[in-house]
């Protein structure tokens, strides 16, 4: 069955800091792997997304993630951490039957 | 350009009643999905859609059903309202040749 795992409720980070949220997924054949994140009150934004090539994937806002077949993960990074980062991000996998699963969700904090 | 609008963005039913939330897209998307976010659970796949007249159980179907008579919009049924059902949903669609979803800003739903 496929799934995705964020083994991290929240995580917590000074302002100008490298950040990394973590993600584990099961799922069979070649993943598509997404990011999302979201504000309060708001819907899902998507930050950026792997699907071929290159294990380090560039998104929105400075944030990246690698993506590591091996460790089946698909960790989100950024090298400097901003107050406004904060928010709840979710990793998610998509199937060869088109459907989306998400993780849990992380909560991000970051603190002046 | 709207992109995935949700309506309502509030309700409160009592036991038993029912109601429709109604997702529109101006984007020609071809798949659709709705999605019910739990605290502490993600996003979880109520049901969706590859294209017009076509829908599909996700991993929660239970106590919901969904019809596509257009490919811009998406109806998601509560026949009988549960306090189970309290939640927040939303709604993604995408296009069948782009990996990534699209998300409306939620439903907030309270049965009591």
């Known amino acids: 069955a496929q799934s995705v795992a964020q083994p991290e409720d929240q995580v917590n980070v000074a302002e100008g800091n490298p950040l990394t949220v973590k993600c584990t997924y099961s799922v069979s054949g070649n993943p598509y792997l997404f990011w999302y994140v979201q504000y309060p009150n708001r819907g899902l934004q998507f930050l950026l997304k792997y699907i071929t090539g290159d294990n380090l994937v560039k998104g929105s806002y400075g944030f990246e993630a690698e993506f590591n077949k091996s460790q089946t993960s698909f960790h989100l990074k950024k090298p400097s951490a901003l107050v406004s980062d904060s928010a709840l991000y979710f990793c998610a996998v998509r199937d060869v039957f088109n459907k989306f699963y998400f993780g849990s969700g992380t909560k991000l904090n970051v603190k002046p | 350009n709207a992109g995935v609008t949700q309506t309502p963005k509030f309700r409160v039913l009592k036991t038993g009643q029912s109601m429709t939330l109604l997702c529109a897209q101006d984007m020609n998307h071809e798949y659709m999905y709705w999605y019910r976010q739990d605290p502490g659970m993600g996003l979880r796949l109520i049901h969706y859609?590859?294209?017009?007249?076509?829908?599909a159980k996700g991993e929660v179907p239970d106590g919901y059903n969904v019809s596509r008579l257009k490919k811009q919009n998406f109806l998601l049924g509560l026949e009988s309202a549960a306090p189970s059902q309290t939640s927040v949903y939303f709604c993604?669609?995408?296009?069948?040749?782009?990996?990534?979803?699209?998300f409306g800003q939620g439903t907030r739903l309270t049965v009591v």
């Open positions: 993604a669609s995408r296009k069948g040749t782009d990996p990534e979803a699209f």
């Open positions: 859609s590859v294209g017009e007249g076509t829908t």
